[in-house]
């Protein structure tokens, strides 16, 4: 599912296929976007932020949108399959990028892209990032110290890029429950190893939090209910935390449980 290293990756592809292109090709198959036509325009590059996506266009415009749970980004160097999940068809000589099942799409100038994503915080794979970012993060992680630390972790207004699996995979290496509130972990930690992850997979194929890469150990306890903990070998259990599944080892992670 697409989180803050998808994003990352998705901008590179972009960037890597289409920058510096005159665009031959420019659709936006979106009901307020469907008379837009940005064939001509050069596409300049694409910049992640968080979870959102600017592709940004010479003349000073920008279009953001949002994978959420499906969205994708595919570039073609041959016939380019245009579906009726197609939302954004933008080709330069040599390549079309596809963009299906886009969400939040709108056009803006360059320089309002910040009115977009002011809400949110520090982005962990921000190219950057400084101890600034760093204390911000803790400081908003650490404003609830109640607050459950799997809820904390999703919310994209303390700290932009972390989704479902990272924040499973991270409630493990730290050693506790995502149940376990934000006062029962080092902030400062937290927000590190955070950044790391993602980092290590913001160009990685395939997503890996272990550092194992044979096939089926690439990951400590997300999606393990059938094989179990990575670690110990013992059951993972599978619950609800604020309408997202979430899977633990209560061996590997103690502290509270779902209520």
């Known amino acids: 599912m697409p989180e803050g290293d998808t994003v990352y990756a998705t901008a590179h592809r972009l960037t890597e296929a289409l920058g510096g292109g005159t665009l031959v090709r420019g659709e936006l198959r979106h009901p307020r976007l469907s008379t837009v036509d940005l064939a001509g325009r050069v596409f300049d590059r694409a910049v992640p932020v968080g979870k959102h996506l600017f592709l940004r266009f010479g003349g000073e415009l920008s279009l953001h949108c949002h994978l959420r749970m499906d969205g994708s980004w595919r570039v073609y160097t041959g016939r ?36 977009l994503v002011d809400h949110l915080g520090p982005d962990l794979l921000a190219p950057d990032w400084s101890d600034e970012h760093q204390a911000e993060a803790v400081r908003r992680l650490t404003a609830d110290p109640a607050r459950e630390l799997g809820a904390a972790l999703l919310d994209q207004t303390v700290m932009a890029g972390i989704g479902n699996v990272y924040k499973v995979e991270l409630c493990f290496l730290l050693g506790v429950s995502p149940w376990t509130p934000v006062s029962g972990v080092d902030a400062g930690k937290t927000v590190r190893w955070a950044r790391k992850l993602l980092l290590r997979n913001a160009l990685n194929p395939v997503r890996n939090t272990t550092g194992d890469p044979r096939r089926g150990r690439a990951l400590w306890v997300y999606g393990r209910r059938r094989q179990g903990c990575l670690r110990c070998g013992g059951p993972v259990l599978l619950h609800s935390q604020d309408t997202r599944v979430t899977y633990h080892c209560p061996r590997c992670q103690p502290g509270p449980g779902p209520s």
């Open 80 to 115: 380019a399959p245009i579906t009726h999940q197609t939302r954004a068809v933008l080709g330069v000589p040599g390549a079309t990028a596809v963009g299906n099942l886009l969400m939040e799409m709108a056009l803006l100038s360059t320089s309002d892209e910040h009115r």
